[in-house]
Nanobody, 121 residues
Framework: QVQLVESGGGLVQAGGSLRLSCAAS????????MGWYRQAPGKQRELVAT???????GYADSVKGRFAISRDNAKNTLYLQMNSLKPEDTAVYYC???????????????WGQGTQVTVSS
C-alpha cells in the first residue's frame, strides 16, 4: 500500500525555521503533483504550496517569500523549507500527492497523517 509520512514539525519561536519532509512509499509507479496543506484548529484545510513533477511551484500569498517547496523525484520525497515563521503559521501540515499505484494501476490522491507546527511569539 501507499503511505505518505510527514516529519520535521515541532515548536519554534517566531522568526525561526523548520524543514518538513514527506516520504512516499509503497507500490508506486509515478507521482505527479505534490503539495503541502495546513489546518489550524477550527479552520478549513488550506493549500500552502504545490509543485509539479518538473519542479514548477506555486504558493499561497501568505507564505510567498518565506516558504520554499521542493521535491526529490528519485526519493519520492517532498520538502517544505519554512523560514521567518510567524504565529499564524501554526497548524497541522499535511502532505498530498497524486500517485499512480497498484496493482491494479490507479491514480489516487494520498494524504499523510500530518505533522504539527507550532510557532510561539
Amino acid at each position: 500500500q501507499v503511505q505518505l509520512v510527514e516529519s520535521g514539525g515541532g515548536l519554534v519561536q517566531a522568526g525561526g525555521s523548520l524543514r518538513l519532509s514527506c516520504a512516499a512509499s509503497g507500490s508506486i509507479f509515478s507521482i505527479t503533483a505534490m503539495g503541502w496543506y495546513r489546518q489550524a484548529p477550527g479552520k478549513q484545510r488550506e493549500l500552502v504550496a504545490t509543485i509539479t513533477r518538473g519542479g514548477s511551484a506555486g504558493y499561497a500569498d501568505s507564505v510567498k517569500g518565506r516558504f520554499a517547496i521542493s521535491r526529490d523525484n528519485a526519493k519520492n520525497t517532498l520538502y517544505l523549507q519554512m523560514n521567518s515563521l510567524k504565529p499564524e503559521d501554526t497548524a497541522v501540515y499535511y502532505c498530498n500527492a497524486r500517485i499512480l499505484s497498484g496493482p491494479p494501476a490507479t491514480w489516487n490522491d494520498y494524504w499523510g497523517q500530518g505533522t504539527q507546527v507550532t510557532v510561539s511569539s
